[in-house]
């Protein structure tokens, strides 16, 4: 079966950058997409952005344009977002989640990754 | 951008029909997906292009899509279904999410 693994916890200083990884196993990587959302605390779900993998551009949400970047390893079938100059309200559960379709992000999110804490505070 | 709009809470008796709505302009033309999400845990997918069920979602669970309007349907609402509920649709190439709508059994 499907299961998404996301990196630990992270702590980060406002100004500075973060990265999360999203390790899949059990099915083929490459073609299918992988999302980014979070959650703040006690908010609802925001999107990110998306790549498939085999594709490798990604499509980043306007709102982190400038910010997000979000790449994907075939090797290792493990996807990654980044985002920097950090703020207080970064502070959210961020997830990765697999589209169902292969060759678009517009599928809707059949797997999710357990969620990876980030908070970021001076 | 576009935006879709749900109820902050919903509270059904034990046993009755729970029925949580996602408003948004001409949401009946496109495709409406809904997570289930419980404290502390990831969300779950319930329903995909408004009325299929994934596997091991209960039957209880349906929906509808239509004008202005889409409907998320739990039927013998059981304490087990409490969570939050989001719907979730693709305008302008990308997701888009309602706020989110607790459900008290």
């Known amino acids: 079966q499907v299961q998404l693994v996301q990196s630990g916890a992270e702590v980060k200083k406002p100004g500075s950058s973060v990265k999360v990884s999203c390790k899949t196993s059990?099915?083929?990587?490459?073609?299918?997409?992988i999302s980014w959302l979070r959650q703040a605390p006690g908010q609802g779900l925001e999107w990110l952005g998306g790549i498939i993998p085999v594709f490798t551009s990604a499509i980043v949400a306007q709102k982190f344009q400038g910010r997000l970047t979000i790449a994907a390893d075939e090797g290792t079938n493990t996807a990654y977002m980044e985002l920097s100059a950090l703020r207080s309200d970064d502070t959210a559960v961020y997830y990765c989640?697999?589209?169902?379709?292969?060759?678009?992000?517009?599928?809707?999110?059949?797997?999710w990754g357990q969620g990876t804490l980030v908070t970021v505070s001076s | 951008s576009y935006e879709v709009t749900q109820p902050l809470s919903v509270s059904v008796a034990l046993g009755q029909t729970a029925r949580i709505t996602c408003g948004g302009n001409y949401i009946g033309s496109k495709s409406v997906h809904w997570y289930q999400q419980k404290p502390g845990q990831a969300p779950v997918l319930v329903i995909y292009r408004d009325n299929n069920r994934p596997s091991g979602i209960p039957e209880r669970f349906s929906g509808s899509n239509s004008g202005n309007t889409a409907t998320l349907t739990i039927s013998r609402a059981q304490v087990g279904d409490e969570a939050d509920y989001y719907c979730?649709?693709?305008?302008?190439?990308?997701?888009?999410f309602g706020g989110g709508t607790k459900l008290t059994v």
């Open positions: 979730q649709v693709w305008d302008s190439s990308a997701w888009v």
């Open positions: 989640a697999r589209g169902n379709e292969m060759g678009t992000i517009s599928s809707f999110l059949d797997y």
């Open positions: 059990g099915g083929t990587f490459s073609k299918f997409p």
